[in-house]
């Protein structure tokens, strides 16, 4: 055993190296004698320990030997001498990395000088190991090695390679610099520029940028900025034309296929190029593109210089893509928010004109209203010239609609102005409770009507109000309209109260409530609460916003809250006294003109009129009455079911039409569906938008009933337009009809539909009968497959025994008996050959012919069936002439065409008796031909046709038998190998047959 710090003997040295490692046995196998170390044998013990330690160790370490620093090291240290291993790697320092050695060697001398170990932390040394000089870093530590006279004899080197960290640490800086300045900002340009000076901060991973943005339409790039080009940044294109490969071939080769393109020399695309002596260094480039959010397009492209120093791909490639990916991103968040201010400054400007419109379309709508109500109120009320029933009751229906379409052009109108802040209060003390009653007691008789309970608790209050009268009207009569609307029994109930220096008025109703989820949205310009039931589903859905409005002017407040099932309040708070109201809109008592409460309210109360079916006989006569005129159809026996929640539209609709057919109506699709499910109707005219269920929800419920579906539904719906016309087509139903719409066209739909829907009812009748006929035939088929099965067993055994009686006889009982064999045996091949015809019928009546296909020679097949049937023929006193010139060779059913030839050879023989038959077999170009010449009694030209179908003759079945179904089976066999038959005249009398066949076989 050697003593601890001896050496290890020559013997235990050679073992190490020979240890597995690799470094050790190349150092082994290499030949020292001429280097500066010599001969292996004759390194000193220091030197041999050394190396020991080094092989055995894990960490990269390295040994720097004599005054000529010869290098030596371990397995670890491979990966850091790169392309240099094995063969450059084991030398002098000064010949292994030479443009390391002005830096190394002076370290070295100063380290001999001192004794003293060193230590570096990540030190930069340019590096040549794969072709190029490389950018890494290096932690190490050189510790001198001191032989026993203590002088210096070599260096012991673990060193650790920190490139990775070092450029990772730099890079992701860069990337967190330029998500920082340019995430924020609110333009494209300004995210282009603030990520640029974030990579200017990082030179030697981007040596230099050029930064460009595409246009709207991808074909023209335009220059944000640069970095890196020094002088030369004036040079660098500022616009490139992505459309064609002389201007844009930088960029373009990248737009168009959106993938990375690496660049050698950009220098080429500068401008103002310099002189040949100013000559500049390549600059080569990736060029990436910066991919929209989107995905969809191109949202620009980063040039990005490729530092000398670094490998152009793997860890660095992937950093450009990051960076490029970054600006992407940065850049299209940018735009998205310039591109959602913009939006948002576009709805701005939208919506002031259209208030500006609704506001002037408004006004424009009062003048042709007014020349309207007024010659029509007139001719109502004139005395001197009375009008008769039916025209006073149509002019009424045109003054009911009328003043409602005034009322919504009025509440537009002030709902507009108070958006758009035009409108000027004038506020006066008011008895507030006297005020209100007298407003609510205009929905008296109204509330009645509908079966509904209208209570007042009003109590004077201890001071007056100050409102602006005609404002605080309209805000009480839209919350009693709304209440009426949605409210179907129970009551209304109105409340006044002065509570904390506020009038408070609460209406409340006992109706259907609405979620809780739509609370948050019910002051909301045109908003409605969807399937919410209702008296009717018109409206314009400013109501309640108006009603906000209108409360603001006041200083005051609306609020709701509401059960669903149970009904809804609304409370509307205005202060007392006048410090929250402007002094200039302040008017004393008196100070405006009166106006009549009872015409204000008119509209109101007409609207809810509308709502409300006519009750009593007498109404509902008079109704029909008033728009009854000549019928516009011929008497129908049809029930037309007529859906709208308008009363008015459905009595005028109801007495356009029941002079003629029956007319039942539903105020909504709900109700409908039921009466629909309980009596289906001939026709469905339809409203679209209805409470409850609308008119799409009733077609979609009678569409998916397979009893119902059938029934003819015709929308109607005052959405105009092609668009709404096929959206009502493509849901199903059969007509769409735009209101307003005339009387003759409303008529005419319903004929039309009528009509078609009588003709669809006689197909389906006699759809039903050819089913039923189908399923027959089906049947019978299925019965003569089991009929023919059924029948094989016993004449096969039928034919066995016939075989051994034959066979048993004696001669003289064999010439006794032999014609009656004979006789017998024929009659047995006839039944099963129509056994084995019906039973091709059936199957060949299920589906395609299934074939069996192999090469077979057609020539070959047709003389064995004719050698087989001439007995027969001859028997008949029919002589058979075969013509076959030769082989002919090609892919068929063997077994089905051999019954072809036979059903062929078979219908010579019965049609044409002791006639001559010729049979011909020939190959004309890619097809073969077989012809079969029959001299017999011929098929007439307007039964060749026929005689291919099922069960059909040329001649009577009197006298002649068979089933008819031999030429039906060969034309089924022969069309399922892609060919043809067909008959023609014999010249002289008879009938040719010609079959062609394929000879490649049925196509798949």
């Not at 050029?210 to 640069?226: I, N, Q």
């Not at 012809?931 to 002649?960: C, K, L, P, Y």
Request: aromatic share 6%; with cysteine.
């Amino acid at each position: 055993m050697e003593a601890a710090g001896a050496s290890p003997r020559p013997e235990g040295w050679l073992g190490t190296l020979r240890g597995g490692s690799v470094m050790g046995r190349l150092i082994l196998e290499r030949d020292w004698s001429g280097t500066p170390l010599g001969p292996i044998a004759s390194w000193p013990s220091t030197l041999r320990t050394l190396v020991s330690m080094c092989l055995t160790t894990r960490f990269p370490m390295f040994i720097y030997w004599g005054p000529e620093r010869v290098q030596l090291y371990n397995d670890a240290g491979i990966p850091i001498m790169g392309a240099k291993h094995p063969d450059h790697a084991l030398g002098p320092l000064r010949d292994v990395f030479p443009e390391l050695w002005p830096q190394l060697g002076s370290m070295f001398d100063a380290l001999e000088r001192t004794k003293q170990a060193n230590w570096a932390e990540s030190q930069s040394l340019p590096i040549q190991r794969g072709g190029f000089a490389e950018e890494a870093y290096f932690t190490w530590s050189y510790t001198p090695v001191l032989d026993d006279d203590g002088s210096v004899v070599g260096f012991y080197t673990p060193a650790l390679e920190t490139t990775g960290q070092v450029l990772g640490q730099r890079r992701l800086r860069t990337l967190h610099l330029l998500t920082q300045r340019a995430g924020g900002a609110g333009s494209v340009d300004e995210a282009c520029r603030a990520g640029l000076e974030a990579l200017a901060e990082n030179p030697a991973d981007l040596p230099f940028t050029w930064l460009y943005v595409t246009d709207a339409g991808g074909t023209r790039a335009s220059l944000v900025g640069s970095t890196g080009m020094g002088t030369r940044s004036a040079a660098v294109p500022a616009h490139v034309d992505l459309r064609t490969a002389e201007e844009g071939g930088l960029l373009s080769p990248v737009a168009s296929t959106r993938q990375a393109r690496r660049v050698e020399d950009v220098n080429g695309w500068l401008g103002a190029p310099l002189p040949p002596e100013a000559a500049e260094p390549p600059r080569p480039a990736l060029v990436l593109p910066l991919p929209h959010a989107e995905g969809d397009r191109d949202l620009g492209f980063l040039v990005v210089g490729l530092s000398p120093f670094l490998n152009p791909e793997g860890e660095y490639r992937g950093f450009l893509e990051l960076v490029a990916g970054a600006l992407a991103t940065a850049a299209s968040s940018a735009r998205a928010r310039q591109e959602a201010v913009e939006r948002m400054e576009q709805l701005a400007a939208l919506d002031r004109a259209k208030t500006a419109f609704f506001s002037n379309v408004s006004h424009e709508f009062r003048t042709p209203l007014t020349l309207m109500l007024g010659p029509v109120e007139d001719a109502l009320s004139d005395p001197a010239e009375p009008l008769a029933p039916r025209l006073a009751e149509r002019l009424s229906l045109v003054q009911r609609n009328a003043t409602r379409l005034l009322k919504l052009v009025n509440t537009l109108l002030d709902f507009t102005r108070a958006e758009a802040g035009r409108v000027r209060a004038a506020f006066q003390p008011t008895d507030l409770s006297a005020f209100t009653a007298e407003l609510v007691s205009q929905f008296e008789s109204i509330a009645k009507r509908a079966q509904l309970t209208l209570t007042l608790d009003l109590p004077p209050l201890a001071e007056p109000v100050w409102v602006d009268r005609e404002m605080w009207e309209k805000v009480v009569f839209n919350l009693l309209s709304n209440a009426m609307k949605f409210t179907f029994e129970g009551g209304v109930h109105v409340r006044l109260r002065a509570e904390e220096g506020m009038a408070r008025l609460t209406v409340w109703d006992t109706g259907s409530g609405i979620p809780e989820a739509e609370l948050p949205h019910i002051f909301e310009r045109f908003h409605r609460v969807e399937n919410a039931r209702s008296r009717s589903h018109e409206g314009s859905g400013i109501g309640l916003s108006l009603v906000q409005e209108l409360t603001k002017l006041h200083g005051g407040t609306v609020d709701v809250t509401s059960t669903l099932g149970q009904g809804t309040a609304f409370c509307v708070a205005v202060s007392l006294g006048t410090g929250h109201l402007p002094r200039e809109q302040l008017v004393p008592e008196g100070g405006i003109p009166t106006h009549s409460v009872a015409r204000s309210a008119s509209a109101y109360v007409e609207e809810i009129r509308g709502w409300l079916a006519p009750t009593g006989q007498e109404d509902g006569a008079r109704a029909l009455e008033g728009v009854r005129a000549t019928p516009l159809l011929p008497p129908m026996s049809a029930r037309v079911l007529v859906v709208d929640d308008n009363a008015d539209l459905r009595t005028y609709i109801t007495g356009l039409l029941d002079a003629s057919v029956t007319v039942e109506t539903a105020e909504d699709g709900y109700s409908a569906l039921q009466a629909i499910r309980a009596r289906p109707p001939d026709l469905v005219l339809s409203d679209v938008m209805m409470p409850r269920l609308g008119g799409f929800g009733l077609l979609r419920e009678l569409r998916a009933d397979p009893r119902l579906r059938a029934i003819p539904f015709v929308l109607l719906s005052a959405r105009a337009g092609e668009e709404a016309s096929v959206e009502g087509l493509e849901a199903g139903a059969d007509d769409y009809l735009v209101k307003p719409f005339s009387a003759r066209e409303l008529a005419a739909r319903v004929r039309t539909q009528l009509e078609m829907a009588r003709v669809r009812r006689e197909v389906a009748e006699l759809s039903a009968r050819e089913a039923v006929l189908q399923e027959a035939v089906r049947a019978r088929d299925e019965f003569l497959s089991v009929v023919s099965h059924e029948l094989k067993t016993p004449l096969a055994g039928f034919r066995l025994q016939l075989d051994l009686i034959e066979r048993g006889l004696g001669p003289d009982a064999h010439a006794r008996l032999g014609e009656r064999l004979l006789f017998t045996r024929r009659q047995v091949h006839r039944l099963a050959t129509v056994v084995e015809t019906l039973l091709d019928m059936s199957q060949l009546s299920s589906g395609p012919v299934q074939l069996s296909v192999e090469d077979v020679d057609l020539a070959a097949l047709v003389t064995e069936e004719v050698a087989q049937a001439r007995e027969e023929l001859c028997r008949e006193g029919c002589e058979v002439a075969v013509r076959v010139s030769g082989p002919v060779r090609g892919r068929f059913d063997k077994a089905r065409l051999e019954q072809v030839v036979q059903g062929l050879l078979s219908n010579a023989l019965k049609y044409g008796p002791g006639k001559p038959v010729e049979v011909h077999v020939e190959q004309v170009g890619p097809s073969a031909r077989l012809t079969v010449v029959d001299h017999g009694m011929g098929v007439r030209i307007e039964d060749r046709e026929r005689i291919w179908q099922r069960f059909e003759r040329a001649v009577s079945v009197r006298n002649f038998g068979g089933l008819g179904l031999g030429l039906w089976i060969a034309r089924q066999v022969v069309e399922a190998h892609g060919g043809s038959v067909g008959v023609a005249e014999t010249p002289g009398g008879g009938a040719t047959f010609t079959v062609s066949l394929p000879l490649d076989g049925p196509r798949p």
